[in-house]
């Protein structure tokens, strides 16, 4: 079985929302995942230590990460994440041009330190829906399904 690992930031709830119902998908397949609330002050090299990733982030301004995040995104850069799978999810606001654009950032960190992020971004509007709640708990069991085909090689 895969350890998994969530570190995510949230604002004023949505993107806390999300990576509840992504931790529900996951644990209803049987498998455990630690999840680290970013000011908890997770270390960005406890990433090594786990076969998949999950970060989350909203959006703050015009596209950046939030401030909360920026440590543990520029400690990420003296990890080696070779071999591991990731995903990344987050809010945003349509209003501005860069649509959540922290996932984007996350996306690129994650492959410039050797992860393979295995799923689109998940990007919502502001407050989820109970669809968007629905596709992040799909996205819990579809990074489940990608992190077994590693174990197993099988094909998905």
């Known amino acids: ?3 998994m690992i969530m570190v995510y930031a949230s604002m004023t709830g949505n993107t806390e929302e ?3 119902a992504i931790a529900e998908g996951i644990q209803e397949s049987g498998n455990d995942l630690e999840i680290n609330d970013i000011f908890d002050n997770p270390s960005a090299s406890e990433l090594e230590k786990y076969d998949g990733i999950l970060l989350g982030s909203y959006t703050w ?6 401030d909360e995040f920026l440590d543990f995104y520029e400690e990420m850069d003296q990890i080696d994440l070779t071999g591991k799978k990731a995903v990344v999810f987050g809010s945003g606001d349509t209003v501005y041009e860069d649509f ?5 950032i996350l996306i690129a960190k994650l492959q410039k330190r050797g992860a393979k992020v295995v ?3 998940l990007k919502v509007d502001t407050s989820p829906s109970p669809e968007d709640l629905e596709r992040c708990k799909q996205l819990g069991i579809d990074f489940v399904a990608h992190l077994n085909q590693q174990e197993t090689g099988s094909k998905i």
């Open 1 to 3: 079985m895969s350890k």
């Open 18 to 20: 999300m990576a509840n």
């Open 61 to 66: 301004g015009e596209g950046d990460l939030p």
């Open 100 to 104: 959540a654009g922290a996932v984007d």
């Open 119 to 121: 799923l689109n971004g």
